[in-house]
């Protein structure tokens, strides 16, 4: 059984946007951290935002700050990656994770923690 489902991506052109969902199922979301990866072809795995239990900080790789926002609705069990002017270097097979997590822990860009995954749903950014 799937718990986490990955939905919202697609082609998009340079300069466009995509949001993408995670529906998730199982315990409560608030129990979780959560995160968003990607993988482009040919190249290793990477950890694009994160977000604590609470909601009140996040983190983002370089790459995307200030183009990228990830939030999350507990009660939908839903999270989300906003994604604003999408480049080819974007392009890649984006996957949500969550972690069980206490409280106040500091959301991580590293998968290891993360224990739940989608399957991903696959992004291309071109003209």
């Known amino acids: 059984q799937l718990q986490l489902v990955e939905s919202g991506g697609g082609v998009v052109q340079p300069g466009g946007s995509l949001t993408l969902s995670c529906k998730t199922s199982?315990?409560?979301?608030?129990?979780?951290?959560l995160g968003w990866f990607r993988q482009a072809p040919g190249k290793e795995r990477e950890g694009v935002a994160c977000?604590?239990?609470?909601?009140?900080?996040?983190d983002y790789v370089d790459s995307v700050k200030g183009r990228f926002t990830i939030s999350r609705d507990n009660e939908k069990r839903t999270f989300y990656l906003q994604m604003n002017n999408l480049q080819p270097e974007d392009t890649g097979r984006y996957s949500c994770?969550?972690?069980?997590?206490?409280?106040?822990?500091?959301?991580?860009?590293?998968?290891?923690?993360?224990?739940?995954w989608g399957q991903g749903t696959q992004v291309i950014v071109s003209s």
């Open positions: 977000i604590s239990r609470s909601g009140s900080t996040s």
């Open positions: 199982g315990f409560g979301l608030d129990n979780y951290v």
């Open positions: 994770a969550r972690e069980w997590a206490s409280e106040f822990k500091i959301c991580e860009l590293r998968a290891s923690p993360y224990q739940d």
